[in-house]
DNA sequence: GTCTATACCCGGATAGAC
DNA sequence: GTCTATCCGGGTATAGAC
């Protein structure tokens, strides 16, 4: 359970639990300074006494996804552990992912589908969301990110309504488990 | 080699290439009316007198890419046909798919990152592009549904960076492929 | 089919007063 | 830390003349 506020002040942080709560229920359209700042109440020039430009709001939101992503797939890392082996370490690491991602599916569009501020982030939290996939994977490189990219690609049509009406994606998670697996 | 033209005037016909060009040039943020009346050297408005709106153009592109994807598919399922077995055809697949994606990144991302405009889509072209995948996986829906998402999953990734610097993708690639091929 | 002119709304961001 | 006022730019789209 780590820090997530990264040294900001607390209205800062209120700042972009707002922002959060905006882009999530409206989408990253929605998402702009001035439809911000009526959230918190204020005109949107206040927000610049927190925040140098948009640009750091949306890092900020993007770190945010990170650390709860790494901290839902260690979660379910542990559980598996716990149950001595009753359970499927990719499985459990698979339904992490996928309901994570789509409980946020707009947090999840905002941290893909656009650059990835690298340097701003917090050191190693990119890594440290990895690194579940990558233990189960045996410490393979190539195999943990190409079973990062079948999740994400699941998830990501998912998200995007690409799959025909109705298609069993259930179905579909644990063809590509038992691919990955076997 | 399908007619792409959909029954389009000349004129419409140009103002798509154009807008294609702008798309693939300048990326999804660079194609507005205006831009795109710029590069055809007439001023925004004309362009309502050939499409309805913004979105009809966009469509248009979007009907490109599922036409030249397929088109790109289905030459790859006949090109390993003809080598009689000597080459295996999901990783012939999955070469096309890569490479088509990865040199038309900005329409891969404008078809795929939005809303699929399915009503307005060619009848029967979604399907047809998908068809190359589903025979290759003998007609199995979940197979075919997992091995999209995996190269989705992955020339995605790829388009926006996320893989670390240096990462040996290729490798990734025929981890996948052997996953799911054994 | 193209033009000019324009309406309308939205965005990010800054200056300077309080 | 918030405000007001404002700048500047951009977008989609329409009306009406030629």
């Known amino acids: 359970m780590a820090d997530q506020t990264n040294g900001r002040s607390p209205r800062a942080q209120q700042i972009v639990e707002t922002a959060r709560a905006l882009l999530e229920e409206e989408g990253v359209g929605a998402l702009t ?9 204020i005109k ?7 925040f ?3 640009r750091a ?4 939101l993007i770190s945010l ?5 790494a901290e839902a797939l260690e979660a379910a890392e542990a559980a598996e552990a716990d149950s001595s082996g009753a359970r499927d370490p990719l499985t459990e690491l698979f339904a992490a992912y996928r309901t994570y991602a789509l409980a946020h599916p707009h947090l999840y569009r905002l941290s893909t589908e656009g650059p990835l501020p690298r340097e701003a982030l917090p050191e190693g939290l990119e ?8 233990r189960v994977c045996d410490g393979s490189e190539h195999l943990s990110r190409a079973v990062w990219a079948f999740a994400h690609g699941m998830v990501a049509l998912e998200i995007h309504g690409r799959f025909p009406p109705g298609a069993d994606l259930d179905k579909a998670w ?7 697996s076997g």
């Open 52 to 54: 140098p430009d948009k």
């Open 65 to 69: 996804l990170f650390e709860e992503l």
């Open 57 to 60: 709001v949306e890092v900020a």
């Open 33 to 41: 300074m001035r439809r911000l700042a009526d959230r918190l109440g």
């Open 127 to 134: 890594e440290r969301a990895a690194m579940p996939l990558v």
């Open 44 to 50: 949107a020039p206040s927000l610049y006494k927190h």
């Open 174 to 180: 644990r063809t590509g488990l038992a691919a990955f």
